[in-house]
């Protein structure tokens, strides 16, 4: 039988409720909580936060690579109560997807508001980063760029591969911010070299 994540996300999401998924089966601690922004055509997005309840960006996923969602157990109540009470900055907005795949959409999103992305591969071994490039329905090219933002060409791959997608988070943010601002970082590091 198969397990009902599309039911438990979407009631999730009418409730506003926080939920955790686990999607690793080497590590139960391997998760990502939020509110759920979307779910359909099989697949999902959360708008994340981290443990203190600062926003974190987007995870999407497809349902059949859910291992176990937790939903209104403690680490859930806590993150909801904080969101709730705690004054947090909402970082970037993207715009809930109603219908049509989730993850293609979000990759289009991403394009359109020239935000780094980090997109992990179906075996769980591979993952790649940097601006969507090019995109359709079969074949992702991202722009990559390395941790101190400085390009490091091109990757393509097939969109079937693509097992999950995290923007918005503070990784990405952090390589969006050296990316605009590489001349000014590299000045820096050349000054602080002397």
């Known amino acids: 039988m198969k397990p009902p994540f599309e039911e438990i996300l979407r009631q999730a999401k009418l409730n506003d409720d926080i939920v955790s998924v686990h999607y690793s089966h080497q590590n ?42 937790d939903v209104g157990g403690p680490f859930e109540l806590r993150l909801a109560f904080l969101l ?25 999103q991403a394009r359109d508001a020239n935000l780094i992305v980090k997109v992990h591969l179906t075996d769980g071994q591979y993952s790649l980063g940097g601006l969507v490039h090019e995109l359709d329905a079969e074949e992702l090219v991202v722009s990559s760029f390395d941790t101190y933002g400085a390009q490091t060409g091109q990757e393509a791959v ?13 990784d990405c943010l952090m390589v969006q911010y050296l990316r605009e601002h590489q001349a000014k970082f590299l000045q820096f590091k050349q000054e602080h070299r002397q």
């Open 28 to 69: 139960y601690d391997d998760i990502y909580c939020g509110r759920v922004d979307c779910v359909c055509d099989g697949e999902f997005r959360l708008e994340t936060y981290r443990r203190h309840g600062r926003p974190d960006g987007w995870f999407a996923m497809r349902l059949e690579d859910i291992i176990l969602v």
């Open 158 to 170: 097939r969109l079937d591969h693509v097992r999950s997608i995290e923007l918005g988070d503070a």
């Open 84 to 108: 709730a009470h705690r004054p947090s900055p909402r970082g970037l907005c993207l715009p809930p997807i109603e219908q049509g795949p989730i993850l293609l959409t979000t990759l289009r």
